[in-house]
């Protein structure tokens, strides 16, 4: 495989099809002026080289392909699959989608096929070999990119086929398939294969729920999620399967989204040779947000990823789309590379002159010169990231603390009927991440089937679902001396979503040391206290669990209601390690849990005394690169343990005293 890459690279998505050639020119002009190496290409171009059925035409991507040869890019070649062409979808209606409602889609928007058409298949998997057997040994090509931000769901006739097919494989009987779901209930027995629906509107869908797509059978719902992961997945595998035919060297991807819910990404990334993403944080995402997201796109494959997409400044799709503050897009692109990117890639090169995309930002805007902020920003990164070199792709990110993220849980949770609408996954676990983050404590995001003796500390909140093996591997890592920390609604259900007889926790009990008896749902207007052993108070909510200890040492008890005194939190050991069990949601005072159970674990940040300033550190070959980025509004001094170490933007020693302004960033080198 051609990696790690030899430079970061740095560019992103290209669309000269939207412009005359003489603009191409003064494309490459202005571009290497910001020192930009990398473009992204032939992304949304299906109907320009495959005009109708029988006939492709290369000849602009020729061109194009050929200019950035030239000129020493690297080249990330899409596969223009995302979008269908209006003649296929004329020819063939069933390559189109059908939606939640029913409706049969028409030619139109983008990430518009139905992964389970054969038609769809047939026409992909041949333009990518296509692609392949051109481009395929031009050494510039650096990186595949197969169609664009996977994603939605189709439920038209073929796909509820291949459901069952899907089904059949996994269940082998009905009776298997009836005991998942339930069936029992409500009276669905499952007779004949063909009697299973797809989960949407006109089927199980329940309306007005709290989640768009939730039914009446939560296990159908989730197995819907799997196998429609599954089918994409297939998309992606027939088209990588087509270009692996003509090249077999480089590697290939599909921009991700981070917390996105459609796609198992844990399962993705093993069919993907790098992970890259679109990281497209609002005016008003906390940093946490995209720090996780960061460490999340590195956890998928434990590696560096690609940073597919972000905007130079301005989105066009959000509510607000705020201007990014001077230094914002540089300290942003610090900390993805700190958190394991090997490019940065911006979506777009030149702004667009017409469609839905021509208020996005762009490295070059509308007046078409390189005389904008924004370009004086992109250039100033793009020649620091020229002074890196091949310092930093490949390099490590190592971590004590492992943050279980889990697309099974994710579904189930929120596919679940009760007890609280307001309980989202990805908030329960940002609120845990955000523990670490503020003390810049390192972690890994990890998947439920994980090694975690690698780990001091594991973190699994609402870990809801307990998968096969993941009750066995939790004892095993906390017998031997591992501090596991879990939250209420944990060990609730098996893989299908049928509750673990017996109590909760369920297969956590005994882990857990104690029995939960009812869990209190509280609306945002209400909310109980938790009272620690030393008598400090602190406010909780969402959700309240009551109780009973078996064996585990109680931290905190409710402070109010019918429940007053009972259990809030606990300790319990078993074996050689520990157990933190959390029964509420606590703001403040999780703090104070955290921080026992850290102790407990001997975890430690990555450099002492660094208050407000977020701070990562990538290793290779005995060096250490720490990225000190402050993200907060006060100038902060950089840690005194890096003073007489090499700063590598500016090539100056760290010396007693430096200062970082807002947005302000260092790399310093330790050997
Ligand atoms: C996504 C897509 C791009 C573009 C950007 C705009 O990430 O992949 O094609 O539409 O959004 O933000
Ligand atoms: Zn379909």
């Keep these: 495989m051609k990696r790690p890459f030899k430079r970061i690279l740095y560019g992103g998505d290209y669309n000269p099809n939207q412009w005359g050639k003489e603009v191409w020119k003064e494309d490459m002009r202005i571009f290497k002026d910001a020192r930009i190496n990398s473009a992204t290409i032939n992304v949304f171009s299906w109907a320009k080289i495959q005009p109708s059925e029988d006939t492709y035409n290369f000849t602009e991507l020729d061109e194009v392909i050929a200019m950035l040869s030239q000129e020493n890019y690297d080249i990330v070649l899409a596969t223009s699959t995302a979008a269908l062409p209006a003649w296929m979808v004329k020819r063939y209606p069933?390559?189109?989608?059908?939606?939640?409602?029913?409706?049969h889609h028409k030619f139109g928007q983008r990430h518009n096929a139905c992964p389970n058409s054969l038609v769809f298949q047939k026409f992909a998997s041949r333009l990518a070999g296509k692609l392949a057997e051109r481009y395929g040994n031009n050494p510039h090509v650096t990186c595949w990119h197969l169609s664009n931000e996977y994603g939605g769901e189709c439920y038209c006739e073929n796909c509820e086929k291949a459901f069952r097919v899907w089904l059949r494989e996994k269940y082998q009987t009905l009776d298997e398939l009836n005991k998942a779901w339930n069936t029992e209930f409500w009276g669905h027995t499952i007779y004949d294969w063909d009697e299973v629906?797809?989960?949407?509107?006109?089927?199980?869908?329940?309306?007005?729920?709290?989640e768009p797509h939730m039914t009446a059978f939560a296990g159908l719902s989730i197995d819907y999620c799997r196998f429609n992961s599954d089918g994409m997945l297939n998309n992606f595998k027939m088209d990588k399967e087509a270009i692996r035919k003509f090249d077999k060297e480089t590697p290939i991807t599909t921009?991700?989204?981070?917390?996105?819910?459609?796609?198992?990404?844990?399962?993705?990334?093993?069919e993907m040779d790098i992970v890259s993403w679109d990281n497209y944080p609002r005016y008003d995402t906390p940093w946490s947000y995209t720090a996780l997201r960061n460490d999340l796109m590195r956890g998928l494959k434990d590696a560096p990823f690609?940073?597919?997409?972000?905007?130079?400044?301005?989105?066009?799709?959000?509510?607000?789309?705020?201007?990014?503050?001077?230094?914002?897009?540089?300290?942003?692109?610090y900390q993805t590379l700190a958190r394991g990117g090997d490019t940065i890639q911006f979506f777009q090169l030149r702004r667009s002159k017409g469609a839905c995309e021509k208020f996005h930002g762009a490295v070059i805007a509308h007046v078409g010169t390189e005389d904008t902020r924004v370009f004086r920003e992109?250039?100033?990164?793009?020649?620091?990231l020229e002074k890196l070199g091949d310092a930093i792709p490949g390099s490590v990110n190592e971590a004590e603390v492992g943050i279980v993220f889990d697309w099974d849980n994710y579904w189930?949770?929120?596919?679940?009927?009760?007890p609280s609408e307001d309980l989202t996954y990805v908030d329960q676990i940002q609120q845990y991440y955000q523990y670490f983050y503020d003390r810049n404590i390192a972690v890994h995001m990890i998947p439920c089937d994980a090694d975690f003796g690698r780990y001091k500390m594991v973190v699994a909140p609402v870990l809801y679902m307990i998968k096969e093996g993941v009750k066995e591997a939790l004892e095993e890592f906390v017998s031997q001396g591992g501090v596991l920390v879990t939250t209420y609604m944990s060990g609730i259900v098996d893989q299908s979503d049928n509750v673990y007889l017996g109590g909760y926790p369920g297969p956590l009990r005994t882990l857990a040391g104690v029995w939960v008896e009812e869990i209190d749902a509280l609306s945002p207007m209400?909310?109980?206290?938790?009272i620690f052993g030393d008598g400090t108070k602190a406010s909780c909510g969402l959700l309240c669990e009551l109780m009973h200890l078996e064996g585990a040492e109680c931290l905190a008890r409710y402070g109010q209601d019918f429940y007053k005194d009972m259990p809030a939190a606990v300790k319990n050991r078993y074996g050689k390690g520990i157990t933190y069990y959390i029964g509420t949601r606590m703001e403040e005072g999780l703090a104070k849990i955290l921080e026992s159970a850290a102790a407990d674990a001997a975890v430690k940040p990555v450099l002492e005394g660094t208050d407000g300033l977020e701070i990562v550190c990538r290793k290779a070959d005995g060096c250490s690169f720490y990225f000190i980025i402050n993200f907060g509004d006060e100038a902060k001094q950089v840690?005194?343990?890096l003073v007489g170490h090499m700063e590598m933007l500016t090539e100056e020693t760290v010396k007693p005293g430096d200062m970082l302004a807002k947005y302000d960033v260092k790399i310093v080198r330790v050997e």
């Design 197 to 210: 629906v797809l989960p949407d509107a006109l089927g199980d869908g329940i309306e007005d729920a709290a």
């Design 94 to 103: 069933e390559v189109a989608r059908t939606d939640y409602e029913g409706r």
């Design 255 to 270: 921009n991700m989204m981070g917390t996105f819910k459609g796609l198992d990404y844990f399962k993705w990334a093993r």
């Design 639 to 641: 840690p005194s343990a």
């Design 526 to 530: 209400q909310s109980n206290e938790v």
């Design 378 to 384: 992109v250039r100033q990164l793009g020649t620091e």
């Design 412 to 418: 189930a949770l929120e596919y679940t009927s009760g």
């Design 306 to 333: 690609m940073l597919m997409e972000q905007t130079p400044s301005q989105q066009n799709w959000q509510k607000y789309n705020s201007l990014k503050r001077p230094g914002q897009m540089r300290a942003q692109s």
